[in-house]
């Protein structure tokens, strides 16, 4: 496990950009394994380059069981401690991260690094309440984990999606969430973009901020499936709305909204008749897997009938059916 350059890089534009929160000496570190960093020489390089002033004593690089917290106290980190599941690395602190953690560690850090480790856990939720409970109100947490094409690395490969959602719902400030590809170049990749994501070698490195309002215990939902179930219960209310005053119901269009609309119907009152309309020629005459065959929008006529769509389907031509007007068709609001 590491800080690779460049998660050392953002590290070092984190200090930067953000000194209200990093206070160089008085910062409490805390890294949840004992990590390798670049070289003396690249580390004052990337620090040079974004203008963070590095001070590390070269006589003390050669002892590898304490060159992260050479350079992390180079950084202006006032006190460093590791944590590790073995004491084999030299960790000033013996824990599993599958356990909660001892109460002396709570709200004790400002800066939680994770460079590689929580993959290798194997209860992720107790792993994230456990960074939560170490850290202050305004600190900070940063990861660098594999999303992709990691086997046997550890036992996770996480979606980014499952860090933008924890820590939305859970109201934590996200500052980076930042897919990547670590190969010769770094190459970044855009967020909830899955076809511009190559599927190999990828990581995510996130940085968040626990606020006054954060919490640690709510179950996050992926937000399609969430909209999904926002606007499948906004098409029952809309629908249950149309069917006070109608005996005689019939639904537009063939997709998976009118056929939502039919299986919502007849959830909520069978015994109305339900017919699908449409106004492709293509369309008309086929017969639905729900078993209603499609019939022609102009076969609608004049009496206690009326015409559900999506708001999608506002393309129907509304002067070319005789007998509708605008108060005899309700559209479905999705949202």
């Known amino acids: 496990m590491a800080v690779h350059e460049y998660s050392f890089m953002q590290i070092c534009n984190l200090l930067k950009d953000t000194p209200e929160i990093i206070k160089k000496g008085a910062g409490r570190i805390l890294t949840l394994s004992k990590y390798s960093f670049p070289n003396y020489l690249q580390c004052c390089e990337i620090a040079g380059n974004a203008g963070v002033p590095i001070a590390i004593d070269e006589k003390l690089l050669p002892d590898r069981y304490s060159v992260d917290k050479v350079i992390l106290k180079g950084l202006g980190f006032a006190h460093v401690d590791t944590m590790d599941n073995s004491p084999f690395e030299g960790a ?4 599993d991260l599958n356990l909660p953690i001892p109460d002396a560690l709570k709200e004790k850090y400002d800066f939680v690094l994770d460079a590689g480790t929580i993959e290798h856990v194997f209860d992720f939720h107790q792993v994230i309440k456990n960074v939560y409970h170490t850290l202050r109100t305004g600190g900070i947490f940063f990861f660098d984990t594999p999303y992709w094409t990691h086997p046997y690395h550890g036992f996770y490969n996480y979606s980014p999606e499952i860090f933008e959602s924890f820590f939305k719902v859970n109201k934590w400030d996200i500052i980076r969430l930042q897919p990547y590809q670590l190969a010769a170049e770094c190459v ?8 511009a994501i190559p599927l190999m070698n990828g990581l995510v490195n996130g940085i968040v901020t626990k606020t006054v309002e954060s919490t640690c215990d709510v ?18 209310s809309e629908v249950k709305k149309s069917l006070a005053s109608v005996n005689e119901i019939y639904v537009f269009g ?8 039919v299986s919502i119907i007849n959830n909520i009152n069978p015994s109305i008749s339900v017919g699908i309309l449409s106004d492709n020629p293509s369309e ?24 559900i769509g999506s708001i999608d389907f506002k393309r129907i031509s ?3 059916i005789k007998y509708l007007t605008e108060k ?3 559209f479905v609001k999705l949202f």
């Open 92 to 95: 000033d602190i013996i824990h």
């Open 188 to 195: 970044e990749f855009p967020l909830r973009n899955a076809g």
């Open 219 to 236: 179950v996050p939902q992926q937000e399609h499936y969430r909209n999904e179930w926002k606007r499948y219960a906004n098409m029952i």
């Open 254 to 261: 063939v997709g998976e909204t009118s056929r939502k609309i």
């Open 284 to 307: 008309i005459g086929k017969q639905l897997v729900y078993g209603i065959c499609v019939q022609s929008v102009d076969m609608l006529k004049e009496g206690n009938t009326l015409l």
């Open 318 to 320: 509304l002067p070319s």
């Open 328 to 330: 005899s068709i309700f």
